[in-house]
Nanobody
């Protein structure tokens, strides 16, 4: 069982930066691939980025590539999303998620943190 708690959301002007954090419970955090997703009002939830359980591979949605960076600290059971050059279209609730190793499905989700980018 993994419990996830996001933090770090807020209101920022376009062009600004935010860092989201996700604290994970459990002793096997290093065995989980961690992802960030987001959902804007009236839209489907979409993939943003993930980092494999091995820590050596990261993947990004085209819309955030070059602006967002995902990282993890297994010693602290933390995963981060550094967001830079934010745009109004990045406004959404951001969710942290976990899936065991290379399993296809994300089984664990946080409650989400709101990010609002003003123009």
């Amino acid at each position: 069982q993994v419990q996830l708690v996001e933090s770090g959301g807020g209101l920022v002007q376009a062009g600004g930066s935010l860092r989201l954090s996700c604290a994970a419970s459990g002793r096997t955090f290093s065995s989980y691939t961690m992802g960030w997703f987001r959902q804007a009002p009236g839209k489907e939830r979409e993939f943003v980025a993930d980092i494999r359980w091995t820590g050596s591979n990261t993947y990004y949605a085209d819309s955030v590539k070059g602006r967002f960076t995902i990282s993890r600290d297994n010693a602290k059971n933390m995963v981060y999303l550094q967001m830079s050059s934010l745009k109004p279209e990045d406004t959404a609730v951001y969710y942290c998620a976990a899936r065991y190793m290379d399993y296809a499905k994300y089984n664990y989700w946080g409650q989400g943190t709101q990010v609002t980018v003003s123009s």
